[in-house]
């Protein structure tokens, strides 16, 4: 979700970005000035894309942070489970090694 989100927000960024330009560029000013509103412009929405950027960066090590924290429950369980299976087969070995159990068979 947070992927598409960003894909979305990174194209709207990228569109506004466009419109400012050529707006800037076909609007009657001087030269000079209408470089000056398009750096302007351009470091505005330079700034936004960096801020993007961070922002799914974060998103980025908060998953990762999630699918580690969700990885090590599986493996905690599966040591659980484990560990208990092997109790169950030593005490199978044993009930085995029992006499009793071999008296009762003959």
């Not at 980025?60 to 489970?81: F, L, N, P, Y």
């Not at 085995?96 to 071999?102: G, K, R, S």
Request: charged share 40%.
């Amino acid at each position: 979700m947070a992927k598409n989100s960003g894909n979305t927000l990174l194209g709207f960024v990228a569109g506004a970005a466009a419109g400012a330009l050529l707006g800037v560029l076909f609007a009657p000013d001087k030269g000079k000035n209408t470089r000056e509103r398009l750096t302007f412009k351009l470091d505005k929405y330079r700034e936004e894309l960096e801020d993007l950027v961070e922002d799914l960066m974060e998103e980025r090590k908060e998953a990762v942070t999630a699918a580690k924290s969700e990885g090590q429950k599986v493996i905690d369980e599966a040591i659980k489970h484990a560990e208990e299976l092997m109790g169950e087969v030593d005490a199978l070995k044993e009930r085995i090694a029992t006499p009793e159990l071999e008296e009762e068979e003959d």
